[in-house]
């Protein structure tokens, strides 16, 4: 297929570089369109990274190109720049508070004075070399002794305080992500915290105001994002995923990770209960493709009943929604969202995890569907796309809603930039 360039047309690149796969989705916004048109999709198995973090540069640099390459052949154009997912044990979530004077003499609140507060609280974290903070987000303001406020714009008072989630993230770790990804052959134009771009694609504006937690369960980690009257007040990195049942399957059926992956694609369920004790699983069918048929005689000889499988893929996610509770504990918000807990990532589409997240966490609990791009897209790889297109969302609302694209994240504390994000953040 032929290549074209993309200098004349308004192309946008989404790049998510996760334990399990790397996803490249690449998109058009075109004159008179309300949001952007998906030209290509590129998917290709992940190695190299653990946990969402780079431990092998040379194969990481592979996975990204393979996902590219396949997008750039899928859309038939030529990609030189993407926007960044970012995730992974390495990313960190703290709280802080600014307070400023209002500097206005009639006592009148500007967009100055919440970039001041907003600054404040970033002063006030303790300073760590090592971090870089993604995102500052403010939750709440409070005006002299009133609080619960979402807007001060244009209020009138003497004192302005902010609460502010930050976001930060391992320097190490960005700095191996982006040299894979410049590695690649691509341009990064900005990054995002992965969840907060899931979000634009997988949460309704509806959700987000009523309280919603979004969990997205990768390959190494599962991370999440939770929301409520409409502004994010909780995120953060669970340290288990997808890999870690396969592994439990590969213990527990004393097979090769790969079969134990195999078996769980084809076979996996989380209701043990649901499956009869007659259905079996004969390991030997899951072989890998390459194996000699003698090592599969002799190493992949086992039968095992497909509701063992279930109990152990069972016990695991039990150890994930265990976590998901205690985050919500945190946060005074146990069984206290009403639009519940949306699922997405790869290992959400395991069969019965819908119903068995609802037992578990005792919310409503649905599957996030990308509804914007509901049409453009196959159902079956929806889970796997929606950090992507979150993503194209996300840089879309930058170029179009907001005028012109951010910054780049070395001239963010400039005063454009900060104005910019408050404006954004703000109802």
Known sequence: ?????????????????????????????????????????????????RRGAVVDLEDAISSI????????????????????AVGGSHVSVASSRGVVAVSRADGEISH?????????????????????????????????????????????????????LIIECSIPFLKNLFKCVEAAGLRIDDYVFGPLAASEAALTKRQKELGVFLLDI????????????????????????????????????RTHVDS??????????????????RDTVRIADFAPADIPEAVVSDDYAGVYTRR????????????????VQKELKKINRTQLLPAGLVLTGGSSLVPGIVEFARREVKLPVDLGVPYVFEEAIDKKTAPVLVTCLGLLQ??????????????????????????????????
């Not at 939770?226 to 990195?237: S, T």
């Open 112 to 164: 100055e004075d919440v970039r001041r507060a907003i600054a404040a609280a970033e002063a006030f974290i303790p300073k760590n070399a090592n971090k870089e903070i993604l995102h500052m987000i403010p939750r709440d303001f409070k005006v002299d002794h009133e609080a619960g406020i979402k807007d001060p714009v244009g209020m009138h008072g003497i004192r302005l305080e902010a609460d502010v």
């Open 1 to 49: 297929m032929k290549i074209i360039a993309s200098l004349s047309r308004n192309i946008i690149t989404a790049l998510d570089v996760g334990s399990s796969t790397v996803t490249t989705v690449v998109a058009e916004r075109r004159k008179g369109e309300e949001r952007p048109r998906i030209l290509g999709i590129g998917i290709a198995p992940s190695f190299g990274v």
């Open 218 to 253: 990768g390959g190494g980690t599962a991370s999440f994002m939770v929301f409520e009257e409409g502004v994010p007040i909780h995120a953060g990195v669970i340290p288990l995923g997808g890999k870690h049942i396969t592994n439990d399957v590969a213990i527990g059926f």
């Open 65 to 84: 190109r393979a996902s590219v390459h396949e997008a750039r052949r899928s859309s038939g154009y030529h990609i030189k720049s993407a926007w960044l």
């Open 260 to 277: 134990a992956e195999n078996i769980k694609v084809a076979l996996g369920s989380c209701m043990p209960g649901e499956i009869s004790k």
């Open 308 to 323: 063992e499988l279930a109990e152990i893929i069972e016990a695991r996610l039990r150890d994930i929604f265990e976590l």
């Open 394 to 427: 996300w840089a879309d609302k930058q170029q179009h809603e907001k005028g012109l694209p951010w910054l780049s994240r070395f001239t963010r504390k400039t005063e454009r930039m900060w104005l910019r994000w408050v404006k954004s953040l703000l109802p």
